[in-house]
């Protein structure tokens, strides 16, 4: 899919785990594109961010990380040179998501405080205050 806002162009595609293209579900509530198939944002690379914080499980998908998930995405300027290209991926399915917090956290992936097993956002203490 892409959108642009008259400085950029970011042309998106979102993949599950099994490698099918979803972006047209994951943008939903995107503008109608144009005639070129082209839609029209203030900013461009907003609708890019979302799918890193997806990638991610951050913001509105905090709750909700693309564990297996891949994005794909090409930047081009009114001129159509490339000013970046890229694939970023989501963690594999083997990643365990603890307590819902976002933190995906495994051998590979510590946690922020140096843990890898439990991070204080999600130590079964964290409510009653204790580590």
Request: glycine share 14%; proline share 6%; charged share 30%.
């Amino acid at each position: 899919m892409k959108f642009t806002d008259g400085k950029e162009t970011v042309e998106v595609h979102v993949l599950d785990a099994s490698g099918v293209e979803w972006t047209e579900d994951f943008y939903d509530d995107a503008p109608t594109p144009d005639g070129d198939g082209v839609c029209h944002v203030p900013d461009a690379r907003h609708p890019l961010e979302q799918a890193f914080d997806m990638l991610r499980g951050e913001g509105d998908y905090a709750t909700a990380p693309g564990v297996g998930c891949t994005v794909e995405y090409d930047i081009t300027d009114t001129a159509g040179g490339t000013v970046e290209s890229g694939v970023r991926k989501g963690p594999d399915g083997d990643a365990e998501c603890r307590r819902g917090c976002g933190r995906l956290l495994t051998e590979k992936t510590e946690c922020p405080y140096g843990d890898w097993g439990w991070c204080r956002n999600c130590s079964p203490f964290a409510d009653a205050g204790e580590d």
